[in-house]
């Protein structure tokens, strides 16, 4: 039977503090330190061993609450030091793959770790996420990021121009691609990934798709599909309801592709 997790915030918890819109904040919970805001201050000691959901006052007597944080609100709010993957695109892309407690998936380049930690949560307790940057410092910063979550022992990072040098690991379940040319990763991509298994990518840009997709055809990819996902919020106040006018426009086209083997049988009947 399933063990029954308790609802209480423990010390190094990470809760997302929320006031109102403009004032949320994920923390880590330690006693003896303080959360400033202009609404004024809250001693984060004195919400440990109190359930999530809890509603306090700050010194300047406005509501805070205590949410237990979701995994897009730990994606977008990574130390970033790159641009990151945004949870309607990773949303649609994970449904895409065969992803899932206990698997081993590569993913380039690691950025700021915000797609790294999804993968991490994802494939948890066995799995492993082979993550790949050139830059040493921006995986610095995602180990950092990655540590806070509480997912360090499901990844492994290789400081590696994998366009250059390609991947270290093979038979692995999914390969996720966010570089600037994925096309020139595709062939490393199909010696690492297993048979039949996904290929996934972003780009923000219409001519890297398509010298992407040729790429991916022409090294024996298939159901190669591209979308694009487009969000929008609804404002439901008493005055009107209707979209709001403002909001992330464009992010990225998403393409998914699966690997076909070299080997072939022929039927014979
Ligand atoms: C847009 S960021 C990835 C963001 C990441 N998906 C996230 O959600 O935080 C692209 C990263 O790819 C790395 N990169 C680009 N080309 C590379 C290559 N050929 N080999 C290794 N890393 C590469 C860059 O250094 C950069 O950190």
Redesign the pocket.
């Known amino acids: 039977m399933a063990r029954k997790e308790e609802n209480i915030i423990k010390e190094k918890d990470l809760v997302l503090v929320y006031l109102d819109e403009k004032r949320q904040f994920l923390v880590q919970v330690v006693s003896g330190l303080k959360l400033s805001t202009d609404h004024g201050n809250l001693d984060l000691g004195e919400i440990i061993g109190k359930p999530f959901g809890l509603v306090g006052k700050t010194h300047l007597e406005r509501d805070f609450y205590c949410l237990k944080p979701s995994t897009a609100d730990l994606m977008m709010k990574v130390r970033r030091t ?4 945004y949870p309607k695109d990773l949303g649609y892309l994970l449904l895409e793959t065969a992803v899932g407690p206990g698997s081993r998936v590569i993913e ?8 790294t930690l999804v993968l991490a949560k994802l494939v948890a307790p066995e799995g492993v996420v082979y993550s ?4 040493e410092d ?1 995986i610095e910063n995602a180990k950092k990021n990655i540590e806070r979550v509480g997912y360090a022992h499901n990844v492994e990072f290789s400081c ?4 250059e040098h390609g991947f270290r690991h093979t038979d692995v379940d999914a390969v996720f691609v ?4 994925p096309w ?1 990763i595709v062939p490393k991509a199909s010696e690492a990934l297993k048979g039949g298994h996904h290929l996934v990518s972003w780009s923000p840009n219409v001519e890297q798709v398509k010298r992407t997709v040729e790429t991916l055809e022409s090294h024996n990819f298939k159901r190669t599909k591209v979308k694009e996902i487009i969000e929008r919020e609804l404002l439901v106040r008493l005055q009107g309801v209707r979209p709001r006018e403002r909001g992330i426009t464009h992010t990225a086209y998403l393409i998914r592709a699966q690997k076909i083997n070299a080997a072939r049988i022929n039927s014979k009947s």
Not at 132 to 135: L, M, P, Q, S, W
């Open positions: 790159t641009t990151i993957v380039l380049g690691t950025g700021s770790g915000a797609l790949y940057d050139r830059r921006f590696v121009d994998v366009a966010d570089v600037p040319e020139a």
